[in-house]
């Protein structure tokens, strides 16, 4: 009888050398089969061992064998078929090595998701007829199936988060040709939204569907509906502490939307790129997966390693050098401004007023020659100067701009000029307690609706001085 290892020697072996496993479950994904030829094993096999000592090498190999890995039951079958022997690996190794490398991850499909709803659903049904007696092994099995299936369904929903997540680097990844072969770029370019938009309908949107709350599904309820009456079911049941448990699943699978919704939409901004921002975007994922491992280094039980080792990069990079040097940008301290949130809140105020008399708005009627030419029309004007009269001002830097915002959009028929007209009026009889100010400062203002674009002299909206204030600027 040949020599072998126990199952657990044989397990040890596997997670000290995981590289031979990934590699074949890569492959295994990549030709959409569920076996392993054994070929391809005594190939990776050998080819992983050539750089190990002969004592190591002798044990993978002899760990590796395929009598080895059917005896210790790693193998469940062996099949022939096409002149060839395949491998079928236990699925909870096979399971376990994927939860080993995120890469290997396996995307959940709109099937995949269907088929685990469905398998709820039938449970629900069972439940409306369960005794719901722990004499019973019916029901006791049925509980069982039921904590098997939503655990199942949260681990494989969180592996698939975590798979989506990594996909910056993905679409990195695929977007590195971009800035490497310009000329090829319309033709990559296909490629890789062909790539994305498979990722995207075949992956992300169905998950998407699956985590909504709100989805109405044609053949009965969806997830959350179909936990919700099981829930219902064991707490009229009495059983409160499976459905309390069912119940904080059905929270943590709610908690899984937005993660993914998030992933989607990124798929959706990537899409959108040009060539440029392509390149700009391979560059910050690459950079960025330079940094992190800077910081992985110092996550260490040694409590020295707290700062970046960062000159090697630094001096890799090449635009870091002399950075210290540069001019920092100045922030807007806005934090500690009480001045700037009086003036926010002011504003906001203003705008309100002038919602709650939106009915009482003036309506400017279209007249020929009116705005665009020299002459515009009295009776406009007097209209505006009366809204003008009417309207709480408040001290501002800039009055044309002030009354444009509040004007613009709000006013049916308004145009710029007629502001220009009015404020003529507004200058020479200003509010009470207020003076217009006019600079010798001219200032360029867009109008969105048809896009031209006006120059205006700036005008300042001053609170008058008070006696008191006079005497002492005197003093």
Request: charged fraction near 30%; include cysteine.
């Amino acid at each position: 009888m040949s020599k072998r290892f126990s199952t657990l020697d044989t397990t040890r072996l596997l997670f000290e050398h995981p590289k031979i496993l990934f590699r074949l479950i890569e492959r295994m994904d990549r030709n959409e089969s569920r076996h392993i030829r054994e070929s391809d094993l005594v190939a990776e096999v050998m080819d992983y061992t050539c750089t190990l000592g002969k004592a190591d090498r002798s044990r993978v190999r002899l760990a590796m064998n395929t009598d080895n890995l059917f005896r210790s039951g790693l193998v469940i079958d062996i099949v022939k078929a096409e002149g060839e022997r395949r491998l079928v690996f236990q699925d909870a190794l096979i399971n376990l090595m994927r939860a080993c490398n995120a890469s290997l991850y396996q995307e959940l499909t709109d099937a995949r998701l269907r088929g685990h709803l469905v398998t709820l659903r039938d449970v629900r049904n069972r439940l409306e007829t369960s005794s719901f007696s722990e004499a019973d092994p019916d029901y006791t099995e049925l509980r069982d199936d039921l904590n098997e299936r939503v655990s199942q369904l949260i681990g494989l929903l969180r592996q698939n988060v975590l798979r989506m997540q990594t996909i910056s680097a993905q679409l990195a990844d695929l977007s590195g040709d971009a800035s490497r072969t310009p000329d090829k770029y319309l033709e990559f370019r296909q490629n890789l939204f062909e790539q994305i938009v498979t990722l995207y309908e075949r992956h992300i949107k169905p998950t998407l569907v699956f985590l909504n709350p709100d989805t109405r599904l044609p053949d009965g309820s969806n997830l959350f509906e179909t936990l919700e009456a099981m829930v219902r079911l064991l707490e009229n049941a009495g059983e409160h502490d499976l459905a309390d448990q069912l119940f904080r699943s059905s929270i943590s699978l709610n908690a899984l939307y937005k993660p993914i919704q998030t992933v989607a939409q990124e798929v959706e901004h990537f899409l959108r790129k040009t060539r440029r921002g392509m390149s700009q975007y391979n560059a910050m994922e690459h950079f960025f997966g330079k940094l992190r491992e800077l910081k992985d280094e110092t996550e260490t039980l040694s409590l020295r390693r707290k700062w970046l080792e960062g000159g090697g990069f630094a001096r890799s990079t090449g635009f870091l050098m002399g950075l210290r040097a540069q001019p920092h940008p100045k922030h807007y301290a806005f934090g500690n401004s009480s001045s700037y949130y009086q003036l926010l809140f002011s504003e906001l105020e203003l705008r309100l007023s002038d919602l709650r008399r939106q009915a009482e708005a003036p309506v400017l009627q279209e007249v020929e020659g009116s705005g665009r030419h020299t002459r515009i029309d009295a009776q406009r004007i007097n209209q505006l100067y009366y809204w003008l009269e009417s309207l709480e001002l408040r001290p501002t830097a800039d009055l044309v701009s002030e009354l444009h915002g509040r004007l613009d959009g709000f006013i049916p028929g308004y145009r710029f000029p007629d502001l220009l007209a009015a404020l003529n009026r507004l200058v020479n009889s200003p509010p009470e307690g207020m003076r217009v100010v006019t600079t010798n400062r001219f200032r360029m203002l867009e109008q969105p609706t048809d896009g031209e674009q006006f120059v205006y002299r700036r005008r300042r909206l001053e609170a008058e001085p008070t006696t008191s204030q006079i005497e002492q600027r005197h003093a």
